[in-house]
């Protein structure tokens, strides 16, 4: 209890309490000698101080302060952009140069080493008839001599179009495209 006392008291000295309740701290210290006397020892106290602190702003020179200021605002040049750079190169260079040796390292490790130069081939057979539900067709690869057989199959179970839909009917069945 006596703590939210001491506390009230000091909030009332700062003027910090609500209207309610400093009437409240005000009718304790009319019931209570020993707060009003705390409380005026708080008051002489905040005299005394603000005393000293005008005694010492008037003794002091304040009239080369400016000057003293703008001698250290010269003092403090900018940073020229090539000695930042020189500076983070000498902090940050052997790290910086890791890191683009690791990433250059690693590009050419995630590239396939022969890389396809498109999308063309050359197809050596086709076999499809109009109608037919599935196509197959040859892909021979010159560099290794390799080839490889590829079966189209229609899942939809709707029948190949016929790029030779132009012909006359008869003609062209049968035959590689």
């Known amino acids: ?18 209207p309610r309740r400093a009437a409240k701290v005000q009718e ?12 005026d020892s708080l008051r002489d106290l905040r005299a005394s101080l603000r005393e000293a602190t ?12 400016w000057a003293r200021v703008q001698v250290g605002i010269a003092a403090q040049r900018p940073v020229h952009f090539s000695e930042r750079v020189r500076h983070w190169l000498r902090s940050y260079g052997l790290m910086a140069a890791s890191a683009a ?31 037919a539900m599935s196509t197959i067709f040859t892909i021979d ?20 179009p016929d790029d030779d839909a132009t012909e006359p009917p008869g003609e062209g069945q ?3 495209h």
């Not at 209890?1 to 609500?18: G, H, I, T, V």
């Not at 304790?28 to 409380?39: G, Y």
């Not at 005008?54 to 302060?65: C, G, P």
């Open 141 to 160: 690869t010159p560099e290794d001599g390799s080839s490889t057989t590829v079966i189209w199959v229609n899942e939809l179970g709707q029948p190949i």
């Open 28 to 39: 304790q210290l009319a019931s209570a000698p020993e707060d009003q006397r705390r409380l």
């Open 54 to 65: 005008l005694e010492s702003v008037e003794q002091a020179d304040f009239s080369r302060l």
């Open 174 to 176: 049968g035959e590689a």
């Open 101 to 131: 040796a690791a990433a250059v390292l690693a590009l050419f490790l995630w590239l396939p080493a022969d890389q396809a130069t498109g999308n063309d081939c050359d197809i050596e057979s086709l076999d499809s008839d109009p109608g």
């Open 1 to 18: 209890m006596a703590s939210r006392r001491n506390r009230d008291l000091q909030r009332y000295f700062d003027e910090e309490l609500s």
